[in-house]
């Protein structure tokens, strides 16, 4: 099932896609919902971000081919994003001033159905709702100088995710492409994984609750290449679909 979130004359809503159209829901899938039997077709809405987390977790060095040099971590390395970094499918990456290394990083994005604490793998697998596509937009000197990621990795717009929530799909060997103007620049499985998505949930529940809508980057492969004003980034994750997103200066 794809599930995506949408505004149409103002409104917001979920859908379930079905071809070139959106099977329209009440309520949202997180919670309790149904078919209302209304259909519209997709041309005809603006796609938005398919959820509004309370959190939104990164793991970072994830990929073996993401290392640079650097030892293979002993547990998964997470850190914090700002759910206010969220962005729309076709909504515009924003370059800050002070930063001119802005890379895009293509990842799978995991969403939550059920409030999770101290679960093991197998209760963080019941309790993922399904998978997106995103892009960790880092910003490379902020990373590197700044005590803590708060703007290298949650600036406004840098958590672009989409276009929908893909509930069946086989997460632990998905294609992850990468395109800057059409060029590919990342590609990899994600059963290249360094700790797969199950033992990544399961870890983040050791110490943060997590609840129903909440995103988790599960990390990027390869190396990232800078983003200039002009830039369309897409994401593409087999059986997912692409998130695209042009890049803009402020």
């Known amino acids: 099932m794809k599930l995506a979130r949408y505004e149409l004359n103002g409104t917001i809503g979920y859908g379930i896609v079905s071809g070139d159209n959106l099977n329209i829901l009440s309520g949202c899938p997180f919670g309790e919902h149904s078919e209302t039997g209304e259909t519209v077709a ?62 895009a ?11 999770t604490r101290k679960a093991t793998p197998e209760e963080a697998a019941a309790n993922i709702l399904g998978v997106t596509c995103g892009n960790d937009v880092s910003a490379r000197t902020w990373q590197s100088n700044d005590l803590q990621w708060w703007r290298a990795k949650a600036s406004d717009t840098f958590g672009p995710i989409g276009p929908v929530i893909v509930t069946d799909l086989d997460y632990t060997d998905a294609q992850l492409e990468t395109r800057i103007n059409g060029e590919v ?10 700790f797969p998505v199950t033992t990544v949930v399961s870890f983040i529940s050791q110490a943060i609750t997590l609840e129903p809508g909440d995103a988790i980057f599960t990390g990027t492969p390869g190396t990232t290449t800078a983003l200039k004003a002009g830039d369309v980034v897409e994401i593409e994750i087999e059986g997912i679909g692409v998130l695209k997103n042009p890049v803009v200066a402020l």
């Open 42 to 103: 997709l041309a005809d809405v603006k796609l938005l971000a398919p959820t509004t987390p309370t959190k939104v977790l990164a793991v970072g060095l994830n990929y073996r081919s993401h290392l640079g040099g650097a030892p293979e971590p002993q547990n998964p390395e997470i850190f914090i994003k700002t759910p206010s970094c969220i962005n729309d499918p076709e909504g515009n990456i924003e370059l800050p001033d002070g930063d001119d290394e802005v890379h």
């Open 105 to 115: 990083e293509g990842e799978l994005v995991v969403i939550m159905k059920k409030q």
């Open 185 to 194: 620049v990342q590609k990899q499985t994600t059963a290249d994984l360094i």
